[in-house]
């Protein structure tokens, strides 16, 4: 099993204004999450991102321990 410690995502987020409520994050990101887990063989992983101290985006994806439906 492969385990991946931290994968960075350039351009994840985009700049915005404080006013903004809605973070910007590009609509295909699950989609993405899924092809590096399926490439890496991860069975669940947590991805959180937080720009200026504030969470933008805290998510949990797959299962805790593969053969157990336990999600992340």
Do not use: C, H
């Given at each position: 099993m492969?385990?991946?410690?931290?994968f960075?995502?350039?351009?994840?987020?985009?700049?915005?204004?404080?006013?903004?409520a809605?973070?910007?994050?590009?609509?295909?990101?699950?989609?993405?999450v899924?092809?590096v887990?399926?490439?890496?063989e991860?069975?669940?992983?947590?991805?959180?991102i937080v720009k200026?101290?504030q969470?933008?985006?805290?998510?949990?994806?797959?299962?805790?321990?593969?053969?157990e439906?336990a999600?992340?």
């Amino acid at each position: 099993m492969a385990v991946i410690g931290l994968f960075l995502l350039s351009g994840v987020v985009q700049s915005q204004p404080k006013a903004a409520a809605k973070p910007n994050l590009p609509p295909d990101l699950d989609s993405l999450v899924a092809r590096v887990m399926k490439t890496f063989e991860v069975p669940g992983l947590s991805l959180a991102i937080v720009k200026d101290g504030q969470v933008l985006l805290a998510k949990g994806y797959g299962v805790k321990k593969l053969g157990e439906p336990a999600p992340v």
